[in-house]
């Protein structure tokens, strides 16, 4: 019995915290599928954990069993993303710098964002031969494009102007390396080696779409994700990649 009431107790604080945790995130970040499911996972946990017993007992063991397996699946999935991203491939010698957009409100950059620029500049002072191509289109809740507030955020990090370049019509992580491609061959031609800089999460999806994009010859360096971002963003990501696995974008 009293077993039984701390698994009770365990539901019930994992579930307030995704729903705090997604209340908080909503304040400071766009919405997304991310936030949603941080939610409502929390949500159906929180009501399942304060539910009495006799009604528990009534739920199907395999309805029970499919949707903890899922959860279960779920973080596994998360965790291989999150992983994945760690291992930095960049080598210093890249011919350009992409940053992949990670949205705006209003003017103002996300966390994960100025993480990503922070990255990226990093990567520049490494090596500033590299021209850096910030790529990110105008979305709901945004009253710039995410090119330019990733711009003017590289540009008060001391980053010259003209090594810039604005790619400002992308909606998605396959169009930001479609579009950038566009720049860079304008460019630099045809013989070119890219580094694009994401969140660690990201980087798996994006090293895929990458090639599907044309972008062949990359390597990738990765920003920090804030805790309390993780678990949103990564479910986002889950989401994103099934997607990306029955659309091929």
């Known amino acids: 019995m009293k077993k039984q009431r701390l698994k009770k107790a365990l539901v019930i604080i994992i579930g307030a915290v995704l729903i705090v945790n997604a209340a908080v995130m909503s304040v400071t970040s766009n919405m997304n599928m991310g936030l949603v499911v941080n939610f409502v996972l929390g949500l159906v946990l929180l009501v399942y954990g304060m539910l009495p017993k006799q009604t528990t007992e009534r739920i199907p063991k395999w309805l029970k069993g499919l949707f903890f397996g899922g959860i279960g699946v779920l973080l596994c999935f998360a965790v291989f993303l999150f992983g994945f991203g760690l291992n930095d491939t960049v080598r210093g010698d890249e011919d350009a710098i992409v940053v992949l957009g990670s949205g705006i409100r209003g003017e103002m950059l996300s966390v994960g964002l100025k993480n990503r620029l922070d990255e990226a500049a990093e990567c520049y002072r490494q090596n500033n031969d590299a021209l850096i191509v910030v790529s990110g289109g105008q979305g ?50 045809k013989n070119y080696k890219v580094c694009f800089v994401t969140s660690e999460y990201h980087v798996f999806r994006a090293g895929i779409l990458a090639g599907n994009a044309g972008v062949a010859n990359t390597t990738h360096s990765h920003s920090s994700t804030a805790a309390y971002t993780v678990l949103p963003s990564c479910f986002r990501e889950c989401m994103a990649v099934v997607k990306m696995v029955l659309s091929g974008k």
């Open 140 to 189: 709901p809740q945004e009253d710039i494009t995410e090119a330019l507030a990733m711009e003017r955020y590289l540009l008060s990090l001391g980053i010259p102007k003209g090594k810039i370049l604005k790619e400002e019509n992308a909606t998605g992580t396959y169009e930001n390396f479609l579009y950038s491609k566009e720049i860079l061959d304008n460019t630099l031609g």
